[in-house]
């Protein structure tokens, strides 16, 4: 919540010093700015939602709501920086003289209070992509800092005024870069792909060689958010043997436990007893 407001803060003292010095590189911090304090406020919501416990209504629990956050944050960030893009642009054909003093002096305090923000939650963003993109909103910002004071800088110097183009074409293209990242990794866990480094044949064929299993089909594997992995088969076993079938199922998630699934749904078949599967299909449709 201080960060958040300690953000809003800041945005209004870019946007003033912007407004002052005619720098289109820290009013491109500033909207940026802007956006963190909407992406740090996204971020907290989503994660008091998805510490909700399951219910009748939502029986997988709340914990995707953080993944519907990161997608809200990374198309921000993918917006402004297609809008940051378009008028570093315009000022790269047409430069506007920049007051280079006042730009350093807000950028150095903008990127202080960026590193700050980004400190307190760089430990949670390791395991949460709703929490990482907020990070990364906030190191986009630093990074974006940086950028504009050595602009400020070749500007006091050297009357260089197209560096603040070129450091807001820097920002945006970082912006950019790990908007599409987090988009595309929180879409794929959305849609209930499988875990990029789980080859679901290869994972068939390591369980078909347990003792007592003949073959495995109907085969899902997803990912319900970036910590919890499941798995649903079909497991044929050699003889119609309840024993054999509960020893099998231990050994099969054994071998599960080791790729990081926690949670497994197995059906035991027996012999040529298929019950209308697609016998043959390691992924079948429900």
Known sequence: VAAVCVNGALTVVQVIGGLLSGSLSLLADALHNLSDAG???IALVARRIGRRPADHSQTFGYR???LVGAVINATTLNVVGLYLLYEAALRL???????GWTVIVVA???LAVDVATAALTYRLSK??????AAFVHNVTDALGSVAVMVAGVLVVRYQLYIADAVATMLIAVYALYHGIVITREASRILTLGAPLDIHVPALAEELRSVEGVT???????WELDESQRSFEGHIVVER???QLAERVKGLVRDVLTRHGISHATLECEYGSVTDGCCEGEVVAPH
């Open 64 to 66: 995707r709501a953080e």
């Open 93 to 99: 054909v047409d430069p506007t003289p920049v007051v």
């Open 215 to 221: 073959d495995v089909h109907h085969v899902h594997v």
């Open 39 to 41: 992406a740090l406020t």
């Open 127 to 132: 395991g949460s992509l709703n929490v990482k």
């Open 108 to 110: 150095g305090v903008a």
């Open 240 to 242: 119609q043997d309840v």
